[in-house]
């Protein structure tokens, strides 16, 4: 079965060559890679000549991550689609082996998270037995090809950044598809500056975060949970000096309201409380 390793990248040269070469080193055969190239500015298109094993898409304007990891799972005839971010690498070598082999002998599982390793975090746990999780990192994870086409491939929101991986999970969960976690299988994320306004990347996370409990929440939760994120979100915008973006964010998601109500798509409530209990047991 088919796996399709897709790579969206903006002006990441320097270390977009680490990703692609770390995916061309996974040790399971049946694989293709492909590169989305987000009108990069810098010297990325040079990275195509040095790999022509690899499948380019060089986008002439910006679209985003979002809308070109859409593109690539909607223009593919493989199984599975493993997303890597252009700052992140394979760790050892078998990691979509071990994913596919969990896929395969689980019908059921949708998708698969990743131990994402980093600068913070950059001590490789030990190899377990996968359990279920709430969500997978965004940098490094594997997802099953025909759930994700039955929920609908990831929704846009108003912001740039942020619940996108959250809302995709719901939504699986929701059509009866299980998201697991594999420990001890991982991606470094080098979490490179390049192109992180981080008081931006706030304002975008506090908006989507907003809108996910709004198109996700059942009625009547949304009523008390809706406005208990945004005090949290204010309160994480105090204490941490992003009172600014923190407002921002607030006052996009309001503007967008008017636009949102033919996205709503509540979840059960059975599969909204699992969703947040599996969180609690993570943080």
Same mark, same amino acid.
């Given at each position: 079965?088919?796996?399709?390793?897709?790579?969206?990248?903006?002006?990441?040269?320097?270390?977009?060559h680490k990703a692609i070469q770390s995916a061309l080193d996974q040790d399971y055969p049946d694989k293709e890679i492909a590169v989305f190239n987000d009108a990069s500015t810098d010297e990325t298109w040079k990275l195509s000549e040095k790999f022509p094993q690899v499948r380019w898409i060089h986008a002439e304007r910006p679209q985003g991550y979002m809308p070109a990891r859409n593109r690539l799972m909607m223009n593919t005839e493989a199984d599975f689609y493993f997303s890597l971010d252009d700052d992140a690498w394979f760790v050892k070598g078998d990691e979509i082996s071990l994913g596919i082999r969990l896929l395969t002998g689980h019908p059921r599982v949708g998708a698969v998270a990743y131990d994402i390793l980093s600068a913070d975090r950059p001590n490789p746990?030990?190899?377990t037995d996968p359990h279920p999780t709430h969500i997978f990192i965004g940098c490094g994870h594997l997802l099953r090809l025909s759930a994700v086409r039955e929920a609908g491939y990831y929704t846009l929101s108003p912001g740039s950044y942020g619940s996108e991986e959250k809302d995709l999970c719901v939504r699986?969960?929701?059509?009866? !598809?299980e998201v697991m976690f594999l420990p001890g299988a991982h991606v470094w994320h080098d979490k490179s500056p390049v192109a992180r306004d981080?008081?931006?990347? !706030?304002?975008?996370?506090?908006?989507n975060d907003l809108v996910f409990a709004f198109r996700?929440?059942?009625y009547p939760m949304v009523l008390w949970l809706l406005p208990a994120k945004m005090l949290s979100h204010l309160r994480f915008s105090?204490? !941490?000096n992003l009172i600014i973006p923190g407002v921002k964010g607030l006052a996009m998601f309001v503007r967008a309201i008017p636009s949102l109500g033919g996205s709503r798509e509540p979840v059960s409530r059975k599969v909204f409380v699992e969703i947040l209990r599996r969180s609690r047991e993570r943080t």
């Open positions: 079965m088919k796996v399709l390793i897709g790579i969206t990248t903006r002006n990441r040269a320097s270390l977009l746990g030990r190899r699986l969960l929701d059509r009866g !598809h981080l008081p931006a990347q !706030h304002q975008s996370g506090v908006c996700r929440c059942p105090i204490t !941490h």
